[in-house]
C-alpha cells in the first residue's frame, strides 16, 4: 500500500469519487466531509511520532485517497449537463447556442454537432435565456455550409426540441448563421478542410482524413462495420497509437539537431498546435497531455513513472474539462492504458525470454488493453471481439506505415509529387481492408456484462499470480547466478 505514490492514491480516490457521484447523497457527502477531517487529524497525530513510519505513510496515503474521492465527487458535479431552456421542451421552437465541436455527419448523412446553449425561443417568439449543452441534427442540405464555418460559430436552429435517456437534442428544420467564429477558429477551419480536399477522392482517402485529422465524413461505412466486427474500431479513433507515430515521427527528424531536451520541447509546441487543428477529443487529449507531462519527467520536473504520470493527467483532464470523464472514449482510453501498465507488463515480463520480444511486446499490449476493457465493452456494445487481440498484431504495423505514407503524401502534394504514393498507399489500405474483413467473420462473444468481467478479472488474477511466482523464484536464484 506504502509503496504506491501519493498521486496514484489521489487518482484512484477521484475515479471511485467520480463515476459513484450518481449513487452518492448528501448524507454520505457529510460522512466523507467528516472523515476526511478525522484522516487529516490522524495524519497530524501521526507525524508527532517519529518512529512509527508505518502509521503516517499509511494515513498520508489515505489522507490522499478520500481528498481525490471529493475531488471526483467535485469534479462529477461540475461536469454534469444541467439543460435549462426555462420552459417545457414541448414548448420551444428555437434554439440559439456555440458549436463546441465541428460538425460530423451521421450514418444517414446528417450533419450533428454539440451546442453550447445561450437562449431558446418559443411558439410565440419571446426569448429567454438557456444554459446546457445540446445534440443537434441539422438538415442534410447545411452540411457543406457548417463546415466552411465550423466550431466557434453561433447558430440559431428552428426546430423541435426532444429528450430521452441520452439528453437533450434538436432537430433543425432551418439554420442561421448568427456569428462567425473567430479568426483563429476560422483560419483552423480552413486548414482542416484544405487538407481534407489534397487527398481528393482516392479510395483510401477517406481512411487517412480519419487517421490523421480525425474526420470521419468520408470514411467508407463498410470499412467502419468491418473495423467494428473485428475488434477494431480503436484503430479509427485518435488515440495514444496514432499520437505516438506523430511523435515518433518527431524524434526521428528532430533528435539529432536539438538533442533529447530540445527535441521534447520542441515535440510538445507541435503536439499542441496538431490538437487544436484536429479539435477535443478526449481519448487525444488525454494521450497529448500524457506527452507533455512525459515531456516535463525528461526535464526533471516529475518523476519517471508511467503510472503516476497518467494519474497526473486522470486529474488534470477532469479539471479541466470535467464533463469529459462521462465519454465512452474517455474511460476506454483510461482503461486500456492501465491495462497496458498493469497486465501487459506483468504478461510482458512473464514470458519475456519464453516468446521472441517482436511478438512478445505488441501481444502484451493488444491483451493487456482486451481484458482492461472488456467488461465496459461487454456492458456497452454488447458483444466484445477476442480476435482484435490477433488482428491488432497485423493492423496496427499496416495502420503505422499507411499514416507515416499519409503524411509524406501531403508534403509530396504541395511539390506536386504526389502521384508516386498512391499505389502503395492503396497496397496498404487493401491489406487493412482484408485483413479487417477476414478477423470481422469470426463470431464475436456474446457472454453478457458480469460473465465477461468476472473472467477478465479472472484472468487478470491469474496474470498476476504466475508473474509473482516466477519473481519470488528468480528471488531465491540470485544468490546463485
Known amino acids: 500500500m506504502t509503496s504506491i505514490p501519493p498521486v496514484q492514491w489521489a487518482a484512484l480516490g477521484a475515479v471511485f469519487g467520480y463515476y459513484l457521484f450518481s449513487l452518492i447523497s448528501n448524507f454520505y457527502v457529510s460522512f466523507f466531509l467528516f472523515f476526511l477531517t478525522a484522516l487529516f487529524l490522524v495524519r497530524v497525530i501521526s507525524s508527532l511520532n517519529a518512529e512509527s513510519r508505518l502509521l503516517r505513510l499509511t494515513s498520508l496515503c489515505s489522507t490522499v485517497f478520500f481528498i481525490g474521492l471529493l475531488f471526483g465527487f467535485t469534479a462529477a458535479y461540475a461536469g454534469r449537463n444541467a439543460v435549462d431552456l426555462h420552459m417545457e421542451e ?20 446528417s450533419p450533428m454537432a454539440a451546442l453550447s446553449l445561450t437562449y431558446a425561443t418559443d411558439r410565440n417568439n419571446r426569448r429567454l435565456n438557456a ?39 434538436v432537430s433543425a428544420r432551418s439554420l442561421h448563421i448568427v456569428k462567425p467564429a473567430s479568426a483563429m477558429e476560422r483560419f483552423r477551419t480552413n486548414l482542416r478542410l484544405e487538407l481534407i480536399d489534397r487527398f481528393g477522392n482516392e479510395k483510401w482517402s477517406g481512411l487517412a482524413s480519419a487517421l490523421l485529422l480525425g474526420v470521419r465524413d468520408n470514411l467508407d461505412t463498410d ?28 524524434s526521428f527528424l528532430l533528435r539529432k539537431p536539438l538533442g533529447l531536451k530540445g527535441c521534447a520541447i520542441a515535440g510538445s509546441a507541435i503536439i499542441f498546435l496538431y490538437c487544436l487543428l484536429v479539435g477535443p477529443m478526449p481519448s487525444l487529449n488525454r494521450s497529448a497531455l500524457m506527452y507533455l507531462l512525459g515531456v516535463l519527467a525528461v526535464l526533471g520536473a516529475l518523476p519517471k513513472n508511467a503510472m503516476s504520470v497518467l494519474s497526473l493527467s486522470f486529474l488534470i483532464q477532469i479539471l479541466i474539462t470535467p464533463s469529459a470523464g462521462n465519454t465512452i472514449s474517455f474511460i476506454l482510453s483510461y482503461l486500456a492504458l492501465v491495462g497496458i501498465l498493469i497486465v501487459g507488463k506483468a504478461l510482458s515480463s512473464y514470458f519475456s525470454g519464453k516468446v521472441p520480444d517482436f511478438l ?14 472488456a467488461g465496459v465493452c461487454s456492458f456497452t456494445f454488447g458483444t466484445i471481439a477476442p480476435i482484435g487481440i490477433i488482428a491488432g498484431l497485423v493492423i496496427v504495423p499496416l495502420t503505422t506505415i499507411f499514416m507515416i505514407g499519409s503524411i509524406v503524401w501531403l508534403v509530396l502534394d504541395f511539390v506536386s509529387l504526389s502521384f508516386i504514393l498512391n499505389v502503395p498507399l492503396k497496397i496498404f489500405y487493401a491489406a487493412m ?39 519470488e523464484a528468480m528471488q531465491k536464484l540470485e544468490p546463485f547466478l
Open 223 to 250: 470499412l467502419v462495420t468491418l473495423y467494428r466486427d473485428a475488434g477494431l474500431s480503436y484503430i479509427l479513433a485518435l488515440s495514444g497509437m496514432h499520437l505516438g507515430i506523430i511523435a515518433a515521427i518527431i
Open 131 to 169: 444554459s446546457g449543452e445540446i445534440f443537434a441534427f441539422f438538415p442534410q442540405e447545411s452540411a457543406q455550409r457548417l463546415k466552411q464555418f465550423g466550431r466557434g460559430t453561433t447558430v440559431f436552429i428552428e426546430g423541435n426540441v426532444r429528450y430521452n435517456d441520452r439528453g437533450y437534442s
Open 360 to 373: 512478445l511486446q505488441p501481444l502484451s499490449i493488444s491483451v493487456g488493453a482486451f481484458l482492461a476493457t
Open 433 to 471: 481492408e482484408l485483413t479487417a474483413s477476414v478477423s470481422g467473420n469470426v463470431p464475436p462473444v456474446t457472454g453478457g456484462f458480469i460473465l465477461t468481467l468476472s473472467i477478465s478479472v479472472v484472468l487478470c488474477a491469474a496474470i498476476f499470480y504466475f508473474e509473482r511466482r516466477r519473481r
Open 90 to 109: 414541448s414548448a420551444v421552437a428555437g434554439v440559439q447556442g456555440v458549436l463546441l465541436e465541428d460538425p460530423r455527419m451521421s450514418s444517414s448523412g
